[in-house]
């Protein structure tokens, strides 16, 4: 028998059959259980190359192969977290798992930047890892400034909310950091390859340690700012057969 209406034959409305929740999470939430991961992970690699590992982490050589080992206070990043056990199992555990809500939210990145009507490591082989770092920085820096230039062109002719503004200014602020600190990280690193002087690799180490930290916080004031009223949710069919779209 046909229907019209929206009605089966009975005369009871027809209920809309939508996919059924079975995880549900605030994105502030989610934010904070994510993005801090990395961060944890690489400061603990830091106290633990120190506390147990001193020595062996610190240490450096130079262009001069008579100044042997250079003493030095902190260890770079790529021998903190991938020189010393468990350093590198505790680094490779925790970005595994923040890979795949790292993978959300660059699809959540998308879908909200396509809003806006645009109208107007392998350190035991040193030569690639020292290069793939330099490409690291330099597409960083390069997506950094693309991003601000971007913020602004999408804006142009729309008002700007009081979060905008923030949202942009920190974004400045933290490209700024990260250019700064790109910098100086290759003036010690230079000088200590040059000079072997004790000390000045750590120098490096510190501008390496600023550098993550600014690059770090500059995608965090995405998920902060813009994403922090969003939600996420897995769904399931309600019959075989039928599949949703996961939402962002």
Request: proline share 6%; hydrophobic share 45%; glycine share 4%.
């Amino acid at each position: 028998m046909a229907t019209t209406n929206g009605h089966i034959p009975n005369g009871h409305p027809k209920k809309e059959e939508r996919p059924r929740d079975v995880f549900r999470i605030s994105g502030l939430i989610a934010i904070l259980c994510c993005v801090p991961l990395p961060l944890f992970a690489f400061v603990v690699c830091i106290v633990l190359s120190v506390m147990n590992d001193f020595e062996e982490s610190t240490y450096t050589t130079c262009s001069d192969p008579a100044a042997g080992k250079v003493r030095n206070f902190l260890p770079s990043i790529s021998s903190a977290i991938g020189g010393f056990t468990p350093q590198r199992y505790i680094w490779r555990i925790f970005f595994a798992v923040h890979l795949t809500p790292r993978f959300i939210f660059a699809l959540m990145h998308y879908n909200y930047n396509m809003g806006f009507p645009v109208t107007s490591g392998l350190s035991w082989f040193r030569p690639v890892h020292e290069k793939g770092f330099l490409v690291f920085v330099g597409c960083a820096t390069f997506y950094m400034i693309c991003v601000l230039i971007l913020y602004r062109w999408a804006r142009h002719d729309i008002t700007w909310s009081s979060k905008d503004v923030r949202s942009y200014r920190l974004k400045v602020f933290f490209c700024v950091c990260s250019i700064f600190a790109t910098v100086m990280a290759m003036y010690f690193f230079n000088r200590h390859m040059q000079y072997c002087e004790p000390n000045i690799y750590s120098w490096f180490a510190i501008f390496e340690y600023m550098l993550v930290f600014s690059n770090v916080s500059f995608h965090s004031t995405w998920l902060v700012m813009e994403f922090s009223d969003a939600l996420l949710h897995i769904t399931v069919p309600v019959r075989p057969g039928q599949y949703a779209s996961l939402p962002v």
